[in-house]
């Protein structure tokens, strides 16, 4: 008898992103429920945000957006693909629920739990990697077009932009919303569905 496909995520994302984060950890809890497997991808609010008309404050915090995504590619370059999600799981923690918003800080401690060479740090001050920073960014983009943000997650090969969570679903719960999510992404004619937020994200 064939084993049935197992169902396949592929998740693109910027680990300054709350909303991103949300979504990653929900993904985590619908790996504990269903069986999938998730493969993760850099993509940078950094490069989409290039040659827009931003406001100052944020096209400084667009500027800055570099180093983190630069240092999470050079690692997967230099030491695998295994890399992203441990620097991502690492880097979110500290952004997202320790509140650490010194870039700087957060990719040392993150190079050091993950186990990786602190010289790494020095990837986010190049352009090193940046041809396969923007390989990786636009291959994610490519899907969903580029009126978008983070996440970008396709399922089962259909991607969307999202969806845009601002609690993290837990146990069945979460399973629940990924088999909703997958129905809507199996009909090719579907693009669209979305609602103003009233909420600001939550982590816990």
Same mark, same amino acid.
């Given at each position: ?6 169902? !396949?995520? %592929? ?11 949300? $979504? ?7 790996? #504990? ?15 989409? /945000? ?17 180093? =983190? ?11 695998? !693909?295994?890399?992203? !999600? ?8 500290? =952004? &997202? ?20 060479? #602190?010289?790494? #740090?020095?990837? #986010?001050?190049? %352009? ?8 990786? &960014? *636009?291959?994610? =983009? ?13 399922? /089962? ?10 609690? =993290?679903?837990? *146990?069945?719960?979460? *399973? !629940?919303?990924?088999?909703?999510? $997958? ?22």
């Amino acid at each position: 008898m064939t084993e049935p496909a197992k169902n !396949k995520a %592929d998740f693109w994302f910027d680990p300054l992103c709350p909303f991103a984060w949300i $979504t990653s950890r929900w993904i985590g809890e619908v790996e #504990a429920v269903r069986d999938i497997a998730t493969e993760w991808h850099v993509m940078s609010l950094a490069v989409l /945000n290039e040659g827009r008309d931003l406001e100052p404050s944020y096209r400084e915090s667009m500027d800055n957006a570099w180093g =983190i995504v630069r240092v999470i590619i050079a690692a997967q370059e230099e030491h695998g !693909k295994d890399t992203v !999600k441990a620097l991502y799981d690492a880097m979110g923690t500290l =952004i &997202h629920e320790q509140g650490e918003k010194d870039r700087d800080t957060v990719i040392r401690k993150a190079l050091a739990e993950c186990g990786l060479p #602190a010289t790494l #740090a020095g990837a #986010a001050t190049t %352009d090193a990697y940046d041809r396969q920073l923007r390989a990786s &960014h *636009g291959e994610g =983009i490519s899907l969903v077009g580029q009126d978008v943000g983070t996440p970008v997650v396709a399922f /089962n090969g259909t991607a969307f932009f999202g969806p845009v969570l601002t609690r =993290i679903p837990r *146990g069945e719960e979460a *399973g !629940k919303l990924w088999d909703a999510t $997958t129905v809507i992404a199996s009909y090719p004619h579907f693009f669209e569905l979305k609602r103003s937020r009233t909420e600001r994200p939550e982590f816990n």
